[in-house]
């Protein structure tokens, strides 16, 4: 296994949901430390790595955290009722199995919900299910049976998913958006070596849930320039088209042009350019995004201070915020690289 994926594979394997990120911080804080100058934990939670160099500042970001679940209240009979933290489609929980983070360790469950033989009308089985509707069925007894497992309100919950291989190097797993920016992240600093600005790469917390840790690190850091690594969903499946999508899996990293439609970020002409640059300069492979719907990090950063020049570089992937996201490998790398190239040619972005 390549050094990537298997760095891709521990991240993703690992749990952390928006607000609680603190295993997924000390996971990339040991893989990340020996390539950095010097290695912090702000006081929103964000880990900022820094390689030093001039006077000028680049932030390289990605989020560490998933969407996810949290226990809301244990009923009698000791089912129970969640949240949801972050983007989830409701027809893609039910069913699942699903870890409980309580204080005591793990705790495994499984997402129920009304049996279609109790539905009374054909019509009630061909509705989707709403996540208000469903329960997690941890097998206890009675409330007093769930509390004494560690399980109550407040309790963190994630998806009981493990990173797989898939044919022509493909890879799926649970929590890729971001871990596959994560991932990208560790190895641009582990590559990076003819550089003339100061490096920051800042793993967010609570990207899910409002884009809170790009907007606190990014007014700390006030950088001159910011790059957010990220994933993104692609057109080149059932039940989509390219022209709704014009993102395909194996044809290389995405250079976003704007993204949300009003309250996204349309990605500064000076910064396109040097992206781009980098890309044909190096033969890397990229393709260009208009999106309409979705934000990143990059969406709060480039309006922090007086204002960030700020880009995103994603790698294309199918069934983003879902346990079974599938990304290609080589598109991975290639993002990588293309970081890694922009980043060595800084100053051509003045």
């Keep these: ?62 989020h560490m955290d998933e969407i996810g679940l949290m226990a809301k ?85 994630t998806s009981d998913t493990q990173f797989r291989s898939l044919g022509n190097d493909m890879i799926t797993g649970k929590a890729l958006d971001d871990r596959g920016g994560c991932a990208v992240l560790i190895e641009v600093m582990r590559q990076i070596k003819d550089f003339k600005a100061t490096v920051h790469a800042v793993f967010t917390v609570q990207e899910e849930v409002g884009l809170k840790g790009g907007r606190t690190s990014a007014f700390g850091l006030d950088p001159d320039v910011a790059l957010v690594s990220e994933v993104t969903f692609t057109g080149d499946h059932p039940g989509i088209e390219l022209k709704d999508q014009a993102l395909e899996i194996g044809k290389g990293p995405v250079i976003t042009v704007s993204d949300a439609e009003g309250d996204g970020i349309i990605v500064p002409e000076n910064v396109l350019r040097w992206l781009k640059q980098a890309a044909e300069a190096n033969n890397i492979p990229y393709q260009l995004k208009v999106g309409t719907r979705g934000q990143t990090d990059a969406s709060i950063i480039h309006l922090s201070r007086e204002g960030i020049p700020t880009g995103v570089i994603s790698t294309p992937s199918r069934y983003i915020h879902t346990p079974v996201t599938v990304m290609k490998m080589s598109d991975l790398e290639k993002s990588v690289q293309l970081i890694v190239k922009a980043v060595e040619r800084f100053d051509s972005f003045f």
């Excluded at 040991?30 to 790595?49: C, Q, S």
């Excluded at 009304?114 to 709403?130: L, Q, R, T």
């Excluded at 941890?138 to 919950?157: C, F, K, Q, W, Y």
């Design 1 to 62: 296994m390549s050094r990537l994926k298997d760095l891709l594979e521990k991240l993703s394997n690992a749990h952390g949901v928006s607000g609680y990120e603190n295993n997924v911080r000390q996971l990339i804080m040991d893989e990340v430390r020996p390539y950095v100058d010097e290695i912090r934990t702000d006081k929103m939670g964000n880990l900022i790595a820094t390689k030093h160099g001039g006077p000028r500042s680049i932030m390289l970001a990605a």
């Design 73 to 157: 209240y244990v009923d009698d009979n000791g089912f129970i009722d969640f949240t949801t933290t972050g983007g989830w489609f409701n027809q893609t929980l039910l069913n699942q199995r699903m870890i409980l983070h309580t204080q005591s360790g793990h705790v495994y469950g499984v997402i129920g919900s009304k049996p279609p033989h109790a539905m009374k009308e054909e019509e009630d089985m061909k509705k989707p299910v709403k996540a208000e509707d469903m329960f997690i069925d941890i097998g206890a007894t009675s409330r007093e049976d769930a509390h004494m497992l560690g399980v109550m309100a407040g309790t963190p919950i």
